[in-house]
């Protein structure tokens, strides 16, 4: 049997799609881009991402069903020195929860709500 990764996709529920996708773009220069829910009921914008790629790719979503909010599953992204995007966070209308910390072996972490209020992380190595 293939080991698989733990997580194989993630979706960051939203309130207001445009000033998520903004946040985002802002904070992390990340791509975007419209993805079709076969259900109807949904609007997704989904991070550019290779799925052949290691990691998980992922999708801001404004769902009737579920609602954005810290205390529920924590994303870590993944960037080259989390310094930068905390330098960016209020400025793309977030809020700076915890500045970069180190997390010993790990690196260091830096946490934050986005504009929907939810809890992110960044990791970084430096």
Same mark, same amino acid.
């Given at each position: ?54 990691? *998980? $790719? %992922?999708?801001? #979503?404004?769902? =009737?069903?579920?609602?954005? /909010?810290?205390? !529920? ?17 209020? *400025? $793309? %209308?977030?809020? #700076?929860?915890? =500045?970069?910390?180190?997390? /010993?072996?790990? !690196? ?19």
């Amino acid at each position: 049997m293939t080991q698989m990764n733990a997580v194989g996709w993630f979706d960051i529920y939203v309130d207001q799609m445009a000033r998520a996708e903004n946040f985002y773009k802002a904070v992390l220069g990340a791509q975007m881009e419209d993805m079709s829910d076969p259900t109807g009921e949904t609007e997704m914008k989904s991070f550019v991402a290779n799925m052949e790629a290691y990691g *998980a $790719a %992922g999708a801001l #979503v404004k769902a =009737p069903y579920a609602k954005p /909010g810290p205390g !529920g599953t924590q994303i870590y992204f993944s960037v080259e020195d989390c310094a930068t995007q905390q330098s960016r966070i209020e *400025a $793309a %209308g977030g809020q #700076v929860v915890r =500045p970069k910390f180190s997390i /010993g072996e790990f !690196g260091y972490v830096a946490l934050a709500t986005d504009t929907e209020g939810n809890m992110i992380g960044f990791n970084s190595l430096k």
